[in-house]
């Protein structure tokens, strides 16, 4: 919980050949990509979207932090 708010933690995987498994939480992303999406997502304020409430690259993993989207997962509302 982030100021009594419910959030997603979202850590990046570092493996590249790595298979997509249905409620997979995060995906092949290199550092190049997980920036990108930090920089588009520190942008964007769409009702449409989680939006990004904050990120962490103290450690070796980076990490964000997404508001929570009780519905499951993108893949089960997708699919």
Do not use: W
């Not at 982030?2 to 995906?27: E, F």
């Not at 999406?37 to 964007?44: A, F, H, P, T, Y």
């Not at 939006?51 to 450690?59: A, E, I, T, V």
């Amino acid at each position: 919980m982030l100021r009594d708010r419910l959030v997603a933690v979202k850590r990046p995987s570092r493996a590249h050949n790595q298979t997509l498994r249905p409620n997979s939480c995060s995906g092949p992303e290199t550092a190049n990509e997980v920036d990108n999406e930090i920089e588009i997502l520190s942008k964007i304020q769409s009702p449409r979207l989680v939006n990004l409430l904050g990120f962490s690259n103290d450690s070796k993993d980076k990490l964000l932090v997404v508001e929570f989207m009780s519905n499951g997962t993108l893949y089960d509302v997708l699919h």
